[in-house]
């Protein structure tokens, strides 16, 4: 119970909120509000003072976080040991950005470790950096250069981003354009947190365009799909534009090519199957080159 309690009080303390906190436990609201509350009364200590929304650390609270991070390490690498003892077995867990690049590598190992079990989680270079970073997955494949001493990193790929229309859009026709020729036009945006969106506000920034009200929707999917049905068009990676004959795919002038990373904190590079899975990596790398 205590664990439960603590690893509450861990990611609340982490984003302030209840609401957020419950949302990345899989938890309901009131469940981690009365974990924390238990907390709270059970050893008589204030871990949070409470004004508005946002939940702030107490003094004690303080003191503790470095306290519950590092037992809920040590609970991921007992974890993480168990599950990879023996002679190449256990669980893969792998966090992705798009499955481009991932799904081909999982294919290559498969084949190579058949009994090795791989899960692959998709979402957006923030969850996916941020899941390998709890330990809720054992590597990370994400568009987002990041520098911490704590990671090592292999470059999977390099594409450029392009500009995917329905066959009927006026800019269907041309070959190349310019940013500002996305003036007026409705455009689709991944969520925030999302690096191809990122990319995409400082080109419309650079060109002086203001977007205005934006159609936004939460993977790369949904988009292409809006992107079929003509509802709008957006900035996309090149290879994922899938081949459709109601697409069309315009070159960006200037547009900047996004690079694909494996990510894997450096305690766990030696461990067996995240070593495994980044040495195929470098040998698939190696290969196309």
């Known amino acids: 119970m205590l664990c439960a309690e603590l690893k509450a009080f861990h990611m609340v303390a982490r984003l302030g909120s209840i609401t957020q906190a419950a949302k990345?436990?899989?938890?309901?609201?009131?469940?981690?509000?009365?974990?924390?509350?238990?907390?709270?009364?059970r050893y008589a200590v204030e871990l949070f003072h409470r004004g508005g929304r946002r939940l702030t650390l107490s003094e004690e609270g303080v003191r503790l976080l470095p306290m519950v991070r590092e037992l809920l390490q040590q609970e991921a690498d007992i974890e993480f040991f168990l599950r990879n003892s023996g002679q190449m077995q256990g669980t893969l867990r792998i966090g992705a950005t798009s499955p481009y690049y991932v799904l081909g590598l999982v294919r290559r190992f498969r084949e190579r470790f058949p009994q090795i079990e791989v899960s692959v989680e998709?979402?957006?270079?923030?969850?996916?950096?941020?899941?390998?970073?709890?330990?809720?997955?054992?590597?990370?494949?994400?568009?987002?250069?990041v520098e911490d001493a704590r990671l090592t990193r292999l470059l999977l790929g390099r594409d450029p981003l392009v500009l995917a229309v329905h066959r009927s859009h006026p800019l269907a026709a041309a070959g190349q354009v310019q940013v500002a020729a996305l003036r007026g036009h409705d455009l689709l945006m991944r969520e925030r947190g999302s690096i191809t969106r990122q990319i995409t506000e400082r080109l419309l920034a650079e060109a002086g365009i203001d977007a205005g009200p934006l159609l936004e929707i939460g993977s790369r999917e949904s988009i292409r799909e809006a992107v079929i049905r003509n509802i709008g068009i957006s900035i996309i990676a090149r290879h994922e534009v899938p081949d459709n004959p109601e697409l069309r795919v315009v070159e960006l002038e200037g547009a900047p090519v996004i690079d694909e990373y494996l990510y894997?904190?450096?305690?766990?590079?030696?461990?067996?199957?995240?070593?495994?899975?980044?040495?195929?990596?470098?040998?698939?790398?190696?290969?196309?080159?």
């Open 24 to 41: 990345k436990l899989g938890l309901s609201q009131p469940t981690v509000t009365t974990q924390i509350r238990n907390l709270e009364s």
């Open 122 to 145: 998709i979402g957006n270079s923030q969850q996916v950096l941020e899941a390998l970073d709890e330990y809720r997955v054992d590597l990370a494949a994400s568009s987002q250069p």
């Open 264 to 289: 894997c904190l450096k305690d766990r590079r030696q461990a067996r199957l995240p070593s495994a899975f980044m040495a195929l990596a470098r040998e698939a790398c190696e290969e196309g080159r």
